[in-house]
């Protein structure tokens, strides 16, 4: 998975899979001085410091959604699970922008970064009422984010090392678009539960506002066009439905109403 500026189908943070881990060569097997894995490690912190991080996060979302310990344990990982996710964001932005400036050039440059979205996200979800919706992203994120660590890792252990492994990251690998259509399908409905929930008297009042803004500059991103994709599949599918002659005349108004506003708050219209 390329993270590459011709290649605008990935979030920030995934590494290229060609780069092999120091001390392995080009068939997985080990160079001629080979390396530990914390050797690895130390020798990659800031790398490490996330593919950590990455796996906090995906723990955490596991014991939320299997709450183990308790109902009310699960809502402490759930708050664990996107404050890690802020973390990484945090380091992915400091690898990717120069020394911090308090300037508007520096906050508008880190704007159009897909990791300060994501430290967005992890503030304005982190102290409201616990969405399972909310962490399906940031999991799915953090697994395809950590799977070239994964397999570098892999390589230093041995050529043939945990084969169920290896052909889970190669599924990952395989399917990582699908995987990326889903991510933006979950961001778009969640701009919905955002509003229920806030009818439900179980969000603040500025929750919906703040993920709007979210929302524009997941639509704007630079390297990652899947939020825009599925917004204009939408469209065109609702227009399909809407012109058959067998949809009620109120349901293509309400359609065409709703089409209609989602256009006007889109950015650049």
């Not at 120091?22 to 050797?39: F, M």
């Not at 593919?51 to 723990?59: A, D, N, P, S, Y």
């Not at 508007?104 to 979800?125: G, P, R, V």
């Not at 899947?226 to 108004?253: D, G, I, N, W």
Request: glycine residues 4%; hydrophobic residues 45%; contains cysteine.
């Amino acid at each position: 998975m390329a993270d590459q500026e011709s290649h605008e189908t990935t979030q920030d943070g995934i590494a290229d899979n060609a780069t092999k881990a120091p001390g392995v060569d080009n068939d997985g097997a080990n160079a001629s001085s080979p390396i530990s894995v914390s050797q690895f490690m130390m020798s990659n912190k800031t790398e490490s410091i996330m593919w950590l991080l990455r796996i906090f996060t995906l723990v955490s979302t596991f014991f939320f959604l299997f709450p183990i310990f308790g109902v009310a344990e699960g809502g402490y990982f759930y708050q664990r699970a996107l404050l890690a996710n802020a973390l990484t964001s945090v380091c992915r932005l400091h690898q990717r922008l120069p020394r911090f400036q308090f300037s508007k050039a520096y906050i508008t440059q880190a704007l159009l970064e897909d990791s300060c979205h994501y430290f967005l996200y992890s503030l304005i979800f982190i102290t409201s009422y616990p969405i399972t919706l909310c962490l399906v992203p940031v999991a799915v994120f953090s697994l395809l984010h950590a799977t070239a660590y994964n397999r570098k890792i892999l390589d230093i252990i041995g050529p043939n090392s945990i084969p169920w492994m290896r052909s889970f990251l190669d599924k990952m690998t395989m399917h990582q678009q699908i995987l990326f259509k889903f991510i933006a399908c979950n961001e778009i409905l969640l701009m919905a539960a955002s509003v229920f929930m806030l009818l439900g008297g179980r969000a603040h009042l500025f929750l919906p506002f703040f993920y709007y803004r979210f929302m524009t500059l997941r639509y704007a991103s630079r390297r990652n066009p899947y939020c825009r994709t599925l917004f204009y599949e939408l469209r065109v599918a609702t227009e399909q439905l809407t012109a058959r002659p067998s949809c009620p005349t109120f349901l293509q108004k309400a359609c065409h109403k709703v089409i209609k506003l989602i256009c006007k708050l889109a950015p650049g219209s």
